[in-house]
């Protein structure tokens, strides 16, 4: 938990990193910058992967009760925090979804063209409630023990529900004993990103839950996405998936 907020700076500043190249002062340059390998890379390797001994020593979790839950859950934790000679007890809001295990899936549906650069990625908006706004996102949900085996098959759902897509060649974009990447540092949930090229037009697209009005689904281009992505208007969860899924696109030979 200590180092929490560390792992969310260093994800900030590897986005800021892959945006910097990808401006047009930097493509000119020799400079290049693989966001997908660096930071997969440093996941395996540990970097990231737990706090350090002297952290771990430094909290203790006394007590945590359940405040609320409807569809979110909210959590009031306990901590024990010594530093030092000196020890303090530190309370603080925890939300999640018990129901989902605490976990989703993310999907990047790509449609790939023999012109590389007339290649297209489908984006939905819909109505984000902590805004009080329409915002870009990809085909997003959680997992549901009822309806999903693995976290690739809760993708393959929220393809069908949300995009009206089927099919389509899968790529799991982290290591398959990675945790996922978690959402927020106050909240439980952690979610895993999928890369899904070629998917087909659904015939029977699966139910949408009644929170799912007013969805409106885009086929946007490259530059579009990536405008969409530094707009402001597009889910953190879903921008980290982007720059994931346009890595390996590129590794994979889809995109120049």
Request: glycine share 6%; hydrophobic share 35%; with cysteine.
């Amino acid at each position: 938990l200590v180092s929490f907020p560390n792992f969310i700076l260093d994800i900030f500043c590897l986005l800021t990193i892959k945006m910097l190249v990808n401006a047009s002062a930097i493509r000119r340059s020799p400079l290049k910058y693989n966001f997908r390998k660096a930071l997969v890379h440093s996941v395996t390797c540990g970097k990231y992967s737990a706090s350090s001994e002297l952290q771990k020593n430094m909290i203790e979790v006394k007590g945590e009760d359940l405040v609320y839950h409807r569809y979110l859950a909210l959590y009031d934790r306990t901590v024990k925090v010594k530093t030092g000679n000196k020890e303090q007890k530190i309370r603080y809001d925890i939300v999640g979804h018990p129901q989902c295990e605490f976990k989703f899936s993310v999907a990047f549906p790509f449609h790939s063209s023999e012109d590389r650069k007339e290649a297209k990625i489908t984006v939905i908006r819909e109505y984000a409630q902590g805004v009080n706004d329409f915002c870009y996102c990809l085909p997003t949900g959680g997992f549901d023990s009822h309806k999903h085996t693995t976290l690739r098959d809760c993708a393959l759902s929220e393809l069908s529900e949300e995009a009206g897509l089927t099919g389509g060649t899968v790529v799991d974009l982290l290591p398959e004993d990675h945790e996922g990447f978690a959402e927020v540092k106050w909240c439980r949930n952690r979610f895993r990103p999928y890369l899904i090229i070629d998917p087909k037009p659904d015939p029977n697209p699966g139910a949408r839950d009644p929170e799912e009005f007013g969805i409106e689904i885009e086929k946007v281009s490259i530059s579009e996405l990536k405008n969409i992505m530094s707009s402001g208007q597009m889910m953190l969860p879903s921008i980290t998936t982007c720059f994931f899924a346009l890595d390996k696109l590129k590794e994979m030979g889809y995109l120049v």
